[in-house]
């Protein structure tokens, strides 16, 4: 089956279920309805020619590895609750602007993000959050006065993140290699 493209009319469909589209190769898009409320376990991962996911406005749950290995190349969504990897390996994306809550190793090895803007309060960055982001350049916080905790290696292997304002902040531990293969000083 060669499906390139799932756009749901309506409001009915709440939910996309485990492994759902897994190695659909050919799928190319997704756009959420504003009913979706959660992404389940691997239910896109491995999709590789999935570039283009249109996220509602409203707030979605995600699962473990939803969109791991994916072809995402940019990324803007609301998330209420995040499992573990839900984005990592994705080798294409790009840029990333998320609202609300993050994943231990969400952004892990997507070697050519270079720019994340984290949007609302954000107590804690988890561990391996943006581990090996080897791109990564750009990184903002709407709200830097809220992050008490930076996990276990949150930062490491992100060779081109050369600062991380802490003044006027909670903060209250940096993990073991939180920033260790950086540029920070």
């Known amino acids: ?3 390139h493209n799932v756009h749901f009319s309506g409001n009915d469909i709440t939910s996309i279920g485990d492994e ?3 190695m659909c190769y050919s799928l190319q898009s997704f756009a959420m309805t504003p009913s979706m409320s959660s992404i389940g376990l691997s ?4 999709c590789t020619s999935l570039t283009s996911v249109i996220f509602s406005k409203n707030q979605v749950s995600i699962s473990d590895e939803a969109f791991c290995k994916s072809g995402i190349i940019e990324l803007s969504a609301s998330i209420s609750n995040c499992g573990s990897r839900p984005f990592a390996d994705c080798s294409s994306l790009v840029k990333a602007t998320v609202r609300g809550s993050l994943g231990q190793g969400m952004f892990s090895n997507c070697s050519m993000l270079s720019s994340a ?6 107590s804690v960055i ?43 902040t909670s903060l209250t531990y940096i993990g073991n290699s939180a920033f260790s293969e950086t540029a920070a000083t």
């Open 1 to 3: 089956m060669n499906l």
């Open 117 to 122: 803007t984290m949007l609302g309060s954000m």
């Open 126 to 168: 988890p561990e391996k959050c943006f581990f090996n982001c080897k791109s990564l350049e750009a990184l903002a916080f709407d709200d830097v006065k809220t992050v008490t905790r930076v996990e276990d290696y949150a930062f490491a292997g992100c060779s081109k993140i050369s600062q991380f304002e802490t003044y006027n």
């Open 43 to 46: 239910a896109f991962s491995e």
């Open 20 to 22: 759902a589209f897994r």
